[in-house]
């Protein structure tokens, strides 16, 4: 099967690499203008089974019969260079849609949990999902006009996040200040990889 | 699954499946010689069965299928699709669904995402899952995998990730 690994060497550039960030947060924190902010935005739709979670242990003859619904999802591109891109996934800020985060974030270099400080506890769930599978993530405070501003070492202590875990101000309309985000992300991802790394040699 | 089969030739496995639902009585199997199985077909309910479900109209353009063919690829969200260096000749693409060809030309266009081939082609993201299947099998593309989970990229690549964020 036509079926390549990115890290092949073959002459047709199937060395072409694709990263993925992504960003969660609860509804209406700004995932879909951070996601704006920094690259060209586009409406994704995914068509998906409300009752994919029972998939796995149902009879796939009766699949078929199951709901389907709409979920759209934002999610953008930035190109590096040739051959070597970074999307962006806004994931979908409802509980109901738990099951598509298994999908987004499979092979995921790292997320950004968005949080608004007026409504903390929106954003547990993400820290939940991340911390319980591993996946290197920072807190990006989005600091809206007229709320009362915090420091990062509150907000890391409110949510009780693990030692080490990244809490970054910013505003998700303004481009340096999402690519500061981003850039957190890549490197707090590749800290906690050399770390695993050692983990397992050591 | 009756529709899988049925399904492999999107434009007229159905089709074809209905008009043979009246030679099977006339053989004398009624149940067996119909490709979809079931019970006695009432006028204009030839195209459903019991197990064929509500139609959702998405699917329709895959032949109600939901999950890519045989091959059983699991195309990752940003997986890169690029066209076959020897894609099979101009008669086997003109018998391509509308669908089929969109995405076979904005492949053409540029290296891409299944992400932004759902978003450019205006399909949910599914359906293309589906049709890239069927591109796929027929040698019309190839698919290259993300970086597993296990594997993420080495530090120069991190740090060329980061300075291109700063340079944006």
Request: aromatic share 8%; proline share 6%; with cysteine.
């Given at each position: 099967m036509a079926y390549?690994?990115?890290?092949?060497?073959?002459?047709?550039?199937?060395?072409?690499?694709?990263?993925?960030?992504?960003?969660?947060?609860?509804?209406?924190?700004?995932?879909?203008?951070?996601?704006?902010a920094v690259s060209e935005i586009r409406p994704l739709?995914?068509?998906?089974?409300?009752?994919r979670a029972g998939e796995h242990v149902d009879d796939t003859g009766g699949v078929d019969r199951k709901t389907t619904t709409?979920?759209?999802?934002?999610?953008?591109?930035?190109?590096?260079?040739?051959g070597l891109s970074?999307?962006?996934?806004?994931?979908?800020?409802?509980?109901?849609?738990?099951f598509l985060w298994d999908e987004l974030s499979q092979g995921a270099l790292g997320a950004v949990v968005l949080a608004d400080t007026r409504r903390l506890e929106d954003c547990f769930p993400a820290v939940d999902y991340f911390e319980h599978r591993k996946i290197p993530f920072v807190v990006a405070v989005n600091c809206f006009e007229g709320a009362r501003s915090y420091g990062a070492q509150d907000v890391s202590r409110a949510l009780d996040l693990d030692l080490g875990t990244p809490v970054v101000l910013c505003d998700a309309r303004d481009r340096d200040s999402g690519k500061e985000v981003l850039i957190r992300v890549v490197e707090y991802a590749g800290r906690m990889h050399?770390?695993?790394?050692?983990d397992t040699v050591g | 699954m009756t529709m899988d089969s049925a399904g492999r030739n999107p434009t007229d496995g159905n089709r074809a499946g209905g008009?043979?639902?009246?030679?099977?009585?006339?053989?004398?199997?009624?149940?067996?010689?119909?490709?979809?199985?079931?019970?006695?077909?009432?006028?204009?309910?030839?195209?459903?069965?019991?197990?064929?479900?509500?139609?959702?109209?998405?699917?329709?353009?895959?032949?109600?299928?939901?999950?890519?063919?045989?091959?059983?690829?699991?195309?990752?969200?940003?997986?890169?699709?690029v066209v076959d260096d020897d894609p099979p000749g101009p008669a086997e693409e003109a018998v391509l669904g509308p669908e089929h060809r969109a995405l076979l030309a904005l492949?053409?266009?540029?290296?891409?995402?299944?992400?932004?081939?759902?978003?450019?082609?205006?399909l949910p993201v599914g359906v293309v899952r589906v049709l890239l299947g069927d591109l796929l099998e027929s040698g019309f593309v190839r698919v290259s995998r993300p970086v597993p989970p296990a594997q993420l990229p080495d530090e120069r690549i991190?740090?060329?990730?980061?300075?291109?964020l700063r340079a944006l």
């Open positions: 390549e690994r990115s890290d092949s060497t073959g002459a047709d550039g199937g060395d072409a690499l694709a990263l993925k960030i992504l960003v969660a947060g609860g509804f209406g924190v700004g995932k879909t203008t951070l996601v704006g739709r995914t068509e998906e089974r409300l009752s709409t979920v759209a999802m934002d999610f953008g591109r930035i190109t590096i260079r040739a970074l999307y962006l996934f806004g994931t979908p800020g409802q509980d109901r849609f738990w050399t770390a695993r790394l050692l | 008009s043979s639902g009246e030679g099977s009585s006339a053989d004398g199997s009624p149940a067996g010689g119909n490709p979809f199985g079931g019970g006695a077909p009432a006028p204009g309910s030839q195209w459903y069965d019991a197990d064929a479900g509500p139609l959702v109209r998405p699917y329709a353009m895959t032949g109600g299928r939901t999950k890519p063919g045989p091959s059983n690829v699991r195309f990752d969200l940003i997986a890169l699709v492949c053409r266009s540029e290296t891409q995402s299944v992400a932004e081939l759902a978003a450019d082609a205006d991190l740090r060329e990730v980061i300075d291109g």
